[in-house]
């Protein structure tokens, strides 16, 4: 069964699901934000994915397609499930077809772009001309929706529109909104290649396989342990996560490599500094302390505890320690993933509380600061080791 969300997309789900029409074949519908005039002798900055997203999913909502892209860092949102219609088509009334349903799947993705888009100074006159970061996990889910990987009416190379009734509804594949019959937008002016295919670009170099150590913990593939989880589930809260089939896991993989990679480029590295393993730099922009060995001090977390919720937001006493007991405490479903940044602060203490009555204490015995029993339990559950 094709997985109804894209795996690693953030999801915005929308509700207000409904089906689509079955009677016609599957397709994947291709858009572009097309957010601002621009020219190539009045280039203006891109819109940036945040803000689409942000655009999707309040005001523009009935407008809001199945897939936002981000064609520079890979970063997917996804606000409807594959089954569902969305809403980036018109569809009149007097339209033959329920354009936004006129398929087993009607797969709408919008990449963020507009032509002349200026990103980090670089101005992009085409979408093809863009990393395409993400294209091919793209492609491999809708394919396994059964959306055929051709296009009907040519692959778009410019903005002229072309629209056919009959091949709209008797051929499944790969539509530009120009294609669509009974609308009046003509992009995206072009789109990538499927990869493979006869005009593809020559294969990528394989994904870096060496590793490195960083602070006592190895990264790169073949890598095993819980700096690994850590990192990956980073990525995926950062919206890096577009590689991944599964996981993230305690094992490095390719995916984790090509997902880190995409994340080294959303900072500006380039060439081999963005080859996919992790350098203390970006490690420590990425999840704000450097991972250490599974060992923690019951005294240095107790001093977290005490100091971190009233200092600066985001203060770090003991940063990689206390990540490791709020990992744990992400792990017993008693603090969310994304505040697992090795700030010990007040969501960290309330999840903390929790788990010492979980233990069995009530009071002022729960305050949330660690003592030596808790962390104890904590970390036999969890696998690290408690020291005074």
Same mark, same amino acid.
């Given at each position: ?50 803000? $689409? ?42 339209? @033959? ?39 091919? +996990?793209?492609?491999? /889910? ?9 296009? @009907? ?11 056919? *009734? ?38 990528? *170099? ?14 790169? #593939? ?11 589930? =980073? ?20 995916? &984790? ?9 959303? $900072? ?5 500094? =963005? ?24 005294? +240095?977390? =107790?001093?977290? =505890?005490?100091? &971190? @919720? ?7 006493? #003991? ?6 007991? *709020?990992?744990? $405490? ?24 929790? /788990? ?33």
């Amino acid at each position: 069964m094709p997985e109804l969300w894209l795996p690693g997309a953030e999801v915005h789900d929308l509700g207000d699901h409904a089906p689509t029409d079955h009677q016609y074949p599957p397709k994947a519908i291709a858009h572009i934000t097309w957010d601002r005039d621009a020219s190539a002798a009045a280039p203006q900055d891109w819109c940036t994915f945040d803000d $689409l997203v942000t655009y999707f999913t309040t005001s523009g909502a009935g407008d809001a397609p199945h897939l936002v892209w981000d064609p520079f860092s890979g970063r997917t949102a996804q606000l409807f499930p594959a089954d569902s219609r969305s809403r980036s088509l018109l569809s009149p009334p007097g339209s @033959p077809t329920r354009t936004n349903r006129a398929g087993r799947v009607v797969l709408q993705i919008e990449a963020v772009f507009f032509p002349y888009c200026r990103h980090r100074g670089t101005v992009y006159p085409r979408l093809v001309d863009t990393p395409c970061a993400g294209w091919g +996990h793209l492609q491999a /889910w809708t394919a396994s929706w059964g959306v055929p990987e051709t296009w @009907p009416m040519g692959r778009p190379a410019d903005f002229r529109s072309r629209r056919d *009734e009959q091949v709209w509804q008797t051929r499944g594949g790969w539509y530009a909104h120009a294609h669509v019959p009974d609308n009046d937008h003509t992009d995206p002016g072009s789109w990538p290649d499927f990869a493979g295919g006869p005009s593809s670009p020559p294969p990528a *170099e394989p994904p870096s396989r060496h590793q490195v150590t960083v602070n006592g913990l190895r990264y790169g #593939y073949g890598a095993h342990g819980y700096q690994v989880t850590v990192v990956g589930r =980073a990525l995926v809260a950062h919206g890096f996560g577009g590689h991944y089939r599964s996981g993230p896991g305690p094992d490095w993989t390719d995916a &984790d490599t090509l997902n880190y990679a995409d994340y080294q480029r959303s $900072l500006g590295y380039s060439g081999p500094a =963005a080859d996919g393993v992790p350098g203390p730099t970006s490690l420590l922009r990425l999840l704000g302390y450097l991972p250490g060995p599974r060992t923690v001090s019951v005294t +240095h977390v =107790a001093a977290a =505890a005490a100091t &971190d @919720p009233g200092a600066e937001q985001g203060h770090r006493t #003991y940063g990689a320690e206390v990540a490791i007991v *709020e990992q744990a $405490l992400a792990d017993e479903g008693l603090l969310e993933q994304r505040w697992v940044d090795g700030s010990f602060g007040s969501l960290t203490v309330t999840a903390y509380a929790a /788990w010492q009555r979980r233990c069995g204490y009530a009071d002022a015995d729960a305050d949330g600061v660690p003592g030596h029993d808790s962390l104890q339990r904590l970390g036999a559950a969890h696998d690290f080791t408690v020291t005074g």
